[in-house]
């Protein structure tokens, strides 16, 4: 039954492999950012005063990436498992490097410049170390944030340790993929469990990659559903399923207190309250598949084009704007806000842009015979074939 549920969504890419580029998944990728913008902003400018229960469940939409990336690169294996009957590691790998390392490694070492200038940006050696290796999530956990603008990208640490295992996985056959991602989910919450009951702290259990990849396996669910079940378009219908999903993040946080700072995790909260975001997500994910495409401006599918500039500059970009001697928080926010646009527009255009041509070289070729001459529709249109 698996073999049967998983050649379908194959199909259907080998199918598209040549469709153009959908704009839903850029506005969830925008979206996404917005989240975890906000989240920081509030941090970084709002008195110590304010609730932070009113803006500690922002931090969801970085699990928003981790799902995502998961559904689009899941798909984008099977379908070169289906046209060529293997995954082609190398190729997947290089094509990883070309669209993650470059702006990665060339922000760290700009940071790590800006440290030697500025005391107040000072980035440790093992910090850096850990960061260069890719485990920065780890150095994370076990020694805090740190006061560099380095550390959001603790989650770029997680998405490659996730890859280097899941292409191997997808290389044992479509059948196994269903299993293995119940296997991740179940491993996952255990671990959570574990952590809890030995006295883990918050941060620690959210920066534990074992904890994020329950996300990653939720992708690969989603990705396996969504592909056999055509998602009905309708605005009330994707409104609706991104508000409920976003609203619930309110809901399980002041249940499980996640992201709570100085709180000790208990095991049933934490547990449930994971699993029960992970749940929201997939509604988010799945209401702006909901959304018909003309629903989406240009200058949001743009902003979703260049996301990971966004992400990786927003912290930097906060860091900067109280230099600019505003005072008010919604000022100090939009200032930041516009200054990491420009940040990554320009990283975009002037480094990005020469490796993701480069990265075209290690695509699948699209020009494949389907198994079936009968046509069919990608059933949620995502942009893999470009991913």
Same mark, same amino acid.
């Given at each position: ?133 890719? =485990? ?5 956990? !076990?020694? *805090?944030? &740190? $006061?560099?603008? /380095?550390?959001?990208?603790? +989650? ?65 669910l989603a990705a396996i559903y969504f592909a056999q079940r055509p998602i009905k378009k309708g605005i =009330? ?5 991104? !508000?409920? *999903?976003? &609203? $619930?993040?309110? /809901?399980?946080?002041?249940? +499980? ?55 990786v500059f927003h912290k930097l970009c906060q860091f900067m704007v109280p230099h600019l001697g505003l ?16 940040? !990554? ?43």
């Amino acid at each position: 039954m698996s073999q049967v549920i998983a050649k379908r969504p194959i199909e259907n890419c080998a199918q598209a492999s040549s469709a153009r580029h959908r704009p839903e998944l850029d506005a969830l990728r925008f979206f996404a950012f917005l989240s975890v913008f906000l989240f920081h902003a509030c941090r970084s400018f709002l008195p110590k005063r304010f609730n932070i229960e009113l803006y500690e469940p922002l931090s969801s939409g970085l699990l928003l990436f981790f799902l995502l990336s998961s559904f689009l690169i899941t798909h984008l294996l099977l379908r070169e498992l289906d046209t060529t009957g293997t995954v082609h590691v190398k190729s997947f790998y290089a094509r990883r490097v070309l669209r993650i390392w470059p702006l990665y490694l060339s922000f760290l070492a700009g940071c790590y410049l800006l440290g030697l200038v500025s005391p107040h940006y000072h980035i440790e050696t093992p910090r850096l170390l850990a960061f260069l290796f890719l =485990s920065g999530n780890w150095y994370v956990g !076990a020694r *805090g944030w &740190g $006061s560099s603008p /380095i550390y959001p990208l603790w +989650s770029i640490s997680v998405e490659e340790q996730f890859y280097l295992i899941w292409p191997a996985v997808v290389m044992l056959g479509a059948r196994f993929l269903k299993p293995a991602a119940f296997a991740i989910t179940a491993l996952s919450l255990c671990c959570i469990a574990i952590q809890c009951k030995y006295g883990a702290g918050g941060d620690e259990i959210w920066t534990n990659s074992l904890s994020q990849f329950l996300y990653f396996a939720l992708g690969t669910l989603a990705a396996i559903y969504f592909a056999q079940r055509p998602i009905k378009k309708g605005i =009330s219908r994707g409104l609706f399923s991104i !508000a409920l *999903g976003v &609203g $619930s993040w309110w /809901i399980i946080e002041a249940f +499980s207190h996640i992201k709570a700072p100085g709180l000790q995790p208990q095991a049933l909260p934490f547990v449930a309250g994971y699993g029960a975001l992970g749940i929201s997500c997939v509604a988010v994910l799945y209401g702006f598949l909901a959304l018909p495409e003309s629903f989406f401006p240009n200058w949001l599918t743009f902003l979703g084009k260049i996301s990971y500039g966004l992400y990786v500059f927003h912290k930097l970009c906060q860091f900067m704007v109280p230099h600019l001697g505003l005072r008010s928080a919604v000022l100090k926010t939009m200032a930041s806000f516009l200054a990491t646009v420009a940040c !990554a527009a320009l990283s975009f255009q002037f480094l990005e842009k020469p490796f993701l041509k480069m990265k075209k070289r290690f695509a699948l070729n699209g020009q494949v015979t389907p198994r079936s001459s009968r046509p069919e529709r990608d059933t949620w249109g995502t942009p893999v074939c470009g991913a």
